[in-house]
């Protein structure tokens, strides 16, 4: 599946961005889908994710309570709500597509999207 994010920018620290990334290819309704996030120098970051449904989603402790998953799978996108962003948040943001319905982790990533900057001032 080719995925194209887009949404990031510049924002100070408190405030909101909502990324989209948008996916093609193959059924796009059958597949969890995640975010990942890098900084140069550091090893990439699980952030979200959301199963096929999306009815489960799962976070990393450090968004967890700021940032939301969703998906519309009529529209083939899924979205990443950050809210009270952090200087911390600044990195390069990824979707990703599984060959799973649920998330069951990184192992089972199968597409990876190219990336969307966020920057946080502080």
């Known amino acids: 599946v080719q995925l194209q994010a887009s949404g990031g920018g510049l924002v100070q620290a408190g405030g909101s961005l909502r990324l989209s990334c948008a996916a093609s290819g193959r059924t796009f309704r059958n597949y969890a889908m995640g975010w990942f996030r890098q900084t140069p120098g550091k090893d990439r970051e699980f952030v979200a994710a959301t199963s096929a449904s999306g009815d489960n989603d799962y976070y990393a402790d450090s968004v967890k309570g700021r940032f939301t998953i969703s998906r519309d799978n009529a529209k083939n996108t899924v979205y990443l709500q950050m809210n009270s962003l952090r200087p911390e948040d600044t990195a390069v943001y990824a979707c990703?597509?599984?060959?799973?319905?649920?998330?069951?982790?990184?192992?089972?990533?199968?597409?990876w999207g190219q990336g969307t900057q966020v920057t946080v001032s502080s």
């Open positions: 990703v597509a599984t060959h799973t319905r649920n998330w069951v982790g990184a192992r089972y990533v199968r597409d």
